[in-house]
Antibody
Framework: EVQLLESGGGLVQPGGSLRLSCAASGFTFSNYGMHWVRQAAGKGLEWVSSISATGDGSTKYTDSVRGRFAISRDNSKDTLYLQMDSLRPEDTAVYYC??????????????WGQGTLVIVSS | DIVMTQSPDSLAVSLGERATINCKSSQSVLYSSKNKNYLGWYQQKPGQPPKLLINWASTRESGVPDRFIGSASGTDFTLTISSLQAEDVAVYYCQQYYSVPFTFGQGTRLEIK
């Protein structure tokens, strides 16, 4: 059974940093592209970032986080990360980790974690 | 950026009746060499993460009831629920994964009439 377990969320002041982690199990993590998607309270879904499977590790970002967030993966630990720096109040959201059905970053998200809440506030 | 526009924003349908949700992309999401539309449909119930129902515009995910049907015509995409069940109450989103940023539609809230 595919499982994705996010952690690392919490309350942080504007300008601060957080690192989200997503522990994967139930599939061969290194074979699949992975995604981060966020959802502000009462709002819709917003794609944040994606990374391809092992190989070139191609990374993609939405414009509003490029240069502030960094996606990475440790295939030896079956773990996906999102390093978030220079956080802004508008980054407040539930952050979901999601798996793609293939090795590319250009895929939908076929399995999702339960999400971790990030609150950016003073 | 590719803009995904869903209609309607909300929809109320009687049990057993057909529900139709539309999604229009501002440009093509068809990968010609693969003849695939890079378009997915998700269902999100309150307090839960989204669930992928349909990918490549019309391919139903394993375990998804066959009352969920995805179709495409150019840049217009449709999710049809052929006979609404009570458990289908949710917000539905389309998403293109053809080009970065992988944009979602604004969502369509489906309720029982």
């Amino acid at each position: 059974e595919v499982q994705l377990l996010e952690s690392g969320g919490g309350l942080v002041q504007p300008g601060g940093s957080l690192r989200l982690s997503c522990a994967a199990s139930g599939f061969t993590f290194s074979n699949y592209g992975m995604h981060w998607v966020r959802q502000a309270a009462g709002k819709g879904l917003e794609w944040v970032s994606s990374i391809s499977a092992t190989g070139d590790g191609s990374t993609k970002y939405t414009d509003s986080v490029r240069g502030r967030f960094a996606i990475s993966r440790d295939n030896s630990k079956d773990t996906l990360y999102l390093q978030m720096d220079s956080l802004r109040p508008e980054d407040t959201a539930v952050y979901y980790c999601a798996k793609g059905p293939g090795s590319s970053a250009f895929t939908p998200s076929d399995y999702w974690g339960q999400g971790t809440l990030v609150i950016v506030s003073s | 950026d590719i803009v995904m526009t869903q209609s309607p924003d909300s929809l109320a349908v009687s049990l057993g009746e057909r529900a139709t949700i539309n999604c229009k992309s501002s440009q093509s999401v068809l990968y010609s060499s693969k003849n695939k539309n890079y378009l997915g449909w998700y269902q999100q119930k309150p307090g839960q993460p989204p669930k992928l129902l349909i990918n490549w515009a019309s391919t139903r995910e394993s375990g998804v009831p066959d009352r969920f049907i995805g179709s495409a015509s150019g840049t217009d995409f449709t999710l049809t629920i052929s006979s609404l069940q009570a458990e289908d109450v949710a917000v539905y989103y389309c998403q293109q994964y053809y080009s970065v940023p992988f944009t979602f539609g604004q969502g369509t809230r489906l309720e029982i009439k």
